[in-house]
């Protein structure tokens, strides 16, 4: 097989994109042949090799001079575009979706001549199982191997969860001990007794206990932000887990499992937002999540605060940007030398490269505060916040109004506070590397900008800012870019800064139709809901949902075959209406904020609520009889208050002196 290495000085000049504390080191080029995914194995010299699959075999290349680079061996294997590995002692362990087996190679032989492909795998005990494909591998410290998303061309049915494998107890020929196979997993990684896995068709996080491999259990699970979940990571403490969605326009979120019964999500982040890229594979180095970023190329992120991830340096070594799937597919950041080693699909030539690049980035420099309203000193959420002639690591408020942010290197920053109906301003501060600073600030109204609330001032939710009480937004109408008639259960995503109500929408139906239009909190619980008849054409039909504050709520509809209109890309996110409402994205998954679905023109308002609550009391007497009377408020008798009625009663010395009634 013909390969090409890159001398240290040319790709300086014929394949360097942008970058940002990351200095490439080496190149190595295949010709003719794909890169996928990589890992990297240490022998008793310390001789540092990067392990790469192919996409028409696998390679072990010397990287521990990266200015000369080496490839020890080929193994031609069949085609396939997915091809993973890992090692364990001086074996290697690669899976491909080729239906070639589980390829095993002896590392120690740097001929590349000892090697063995295995498809049936048994147990002393009597058990077995066989697969002839594999999407991915992992292998723990115990030395526990683990098949993700495994199938056979020969008619038997392997569990395409996990299957657990012993390569310790014989690395040539290893034990089967058991499965777990509630989903399908894409990728995942394994610490202790517990598996953290990517279950992508289901989009969510799965937790498992596996310390039983005839019996694992789910210990939790948690949607990911794009509901297409590829690859999680625990963090080295074991209190965060770390994921990606392979998703144009996803994200890399992070997730509090102190509490496996209510996993939190504490954050999320995206390189060169806007750009619509897609994250692919994510590892936890310590206190950085080192990111293969499919276009976007190598990322690395500091996660000493799991709450406020920031990233600190990244290498694009794809001359294309934007949504899509080629440049980036994996990285590994575990040499002793501290050196990054990278596999990128097709960034030469349309051929794989391996990338070595040297670590120029420290701990991050943290910002955080609070963001009030000047006026009436309450917390303004979702207000942007920028750290100006930076990296882009842009925040926004919290319901409480509190904000996260930060910077990779030290100095003087402005820091640019926005949101709509809000006069932008601006602050200067001093940032040091590795230390939080704390920066409070509070905006003026925009009295020109429109926001809804209710402007009666007897009223319990008076808004001294308000200034109309109807707002209209979102997408004016359907006629912004191409679309067509739809028959998927898709929705809109939003979030909402205070309760209000979605009045009523425009919708566009191909047919007449009964359909169940639903709002939904962020984890598809539906919170209000309505059915309508529609007829066929345009027409605005009355909703009344109350919505509750919140992040990421669903708009959508209740099943299938609505034949409502929907555009399939264009729309212009985020879509702000009355300063309450921002919607940011829609559940497509190809292309989140391209696509929007079904709900045009959408009316919003603030009812204003009485002061009025309407009460009773009750003066308790005692006669001879020791009978209680009731009276209400005006003195007149009534009768003892109905059991669905909520009352409160004020004792004295034990009696009940008042019983006030809610009517």
């Known amino acids: 097989m013909k390969k090409i290495l890159l001398i240290l000085l040319l790709p300086l000049f014929s394949i360097s994109q942008s970058n940002f504390n990351l200095q490439l080191l080496g190149s190595y080029q295949w010709s003719f042949s794909e890169g996928s995914d990589i890992w990297g194995w240490v022998d008793s010299n310390g001789n540092e090799f990067a392990l790469v699959g192919l996409n028409d075999g696998f390679s ?66 009597g058990l077995s199982t066989e697969f002839t494909a594999a999407h991915n591998i992992y292998i723990d410290e115990n030395g526990i191997a683990y098949i993700f998303g495994a199938s056979s061309n020969s008619g038997s049915n392997p569990s395409n969860g996990a299957i657990f494998l012993d390569v310790n107890a014989d690395p040539i020929n290893p034990h089967y001990l058991g499965e777990w196979d509630q989903n399908y997993i894409h990728d995942g990684m394994v610490r202790g007794d517990t598996m953290y896995a990517g279950c992508i068709y289901a989009g969510e996080l799965f937790i498992v206990d596996v310390s039983n491999k005839s019996n694992p259990q789910t210990l939790g699970s948690k949607s990911t932000p794009s509901n297409f979940t590829h690859n999680a990571w625990v963090s080295d403490d074991g209190d965060y887990v770390f994921t990606t969605d392979e998703v144009n326009g996803a994200f890399l979120g992070s997730y509090d499992i102190t509490d496996l019964s209510n996993i939190q999500e504490v954050d999320r982040i995206q390189s060169n937002p806007g750009s619509n890229s897609a994250p692919h594979n994510t590892h936890v180095d310590g206190n950085f999540l080192i990111t293969s970023y499919y276009q976007d190329g190598t990322t690395v992120h500091d996660i000493t605060h799991p709450y406020n991830i920031i990233q600190v340096a990244y290498y694009d070594s794809y001359s294309g940007s934007g949504a899509g799937f080629n440049g980036c597919w994996g990285t590994y950041p575990f040499l002793p030398s501290g050196n990054i080693i990278s596999s990128d699909i ?318």
């Open 60 to 125: 072990v290349v010397d990287v521990t001079n990266p200015m000369n680079l080496n490839e020890m061996f080929y193994i031609p294997d069949l085609n396939s575009t997915w091809r993973d590995i890992k090692t364990w002692g001086n074996y290697a362990y690669v899976t491909t979706e080729a239906d070639a087996g589980l390829l095993i190679v002896d590392l120690s032989d740097m001929s590349g001549n000892t090697y063995w492909h295995k498809t049936n795998f048994t147990n002393p005990n």
């Open 346 to 663: 097709n960034s030469i030539n349309n051929s794989g490269v391996l990338f070595v690049y040297g670590r120029d980035f420290s701990q991050a420099c943290y910002l955080e505060g609070n963001v009030t309203d000047a006026l009436t000193n309450s917390p303004i959420n979702t207000a942007n916040v920028k750290i100006l002639n930076t990296i882009a690591n842009s925040s926004s408020t919290n319901l409480l109004g509190n904000y996260n942010t930060g910077t990779p290197n030290s100095g003087f920053y402005n820091v640019e506070f926005s949101k709509n109906g809000y006069i932008t301003d601006t602050f200067s501060v001093n940032l040091s590397n590795g230390f939080i600073t704390v920066l409070d600030v509070s905006l003026s109204i925009d009295t020109s900008f429109e926001i809804v609330g209710c402007t009666n001032p007897n009223s319990q939710n008076y808004n001294p800012n308000a200034n109309t009480i109807v707002a209209f937004g979102g997408a004016l109408d359907n006629t912004f870019s191409t679309g067509g008639y739809f028959n998927g259960n898709q929705h809109l995503i939003f979030d909402a800064y205070d309760s209000f109500r979605i009045k009523s929408a425009m919708f566009y139906a191909d047919n007449s139709n009964t359909i169940t239009f639903e709002l939904r909190d962020n984890s598809g619980t539906v919170i209000d809901d309505t059915t309508l008849n529609v007829s066929s054409g345009p027409q605005r039909l009355t909703l009344n949902f109350d919505v509750p504050a919140g992040i990421d709520h669903q708009l959508g509809i209740n099943g299938q075959n609505s034949g409502l209109y929907r555009n399939d890309s264009g729309a212009n996110y985020p879509y702000d209406i009355g300063g309450l409402m921002s919607i940011t994205r829609s559940s497509a998954s190809s292309a989140p904020t391209g696509y929007y679905y079904f709900y045009y023109d959408i009316e919003i308002d603030v009812p204003c609520s009485s002061n009025t609550t309407f009460i009773y009391n009750e003066e308790l007497f005692q006669d001879n009889d020791c009978k209680k009377l009731y009276y209400n408020i005006l003195g007149k008798s009534i009768s003892k208050p109905q059991k669905n009625q909520v009352s409160f009663e004020f004792l004295k010395n034990g009696l009940v002196e008042k019983l006030f009634i809610i009517e």
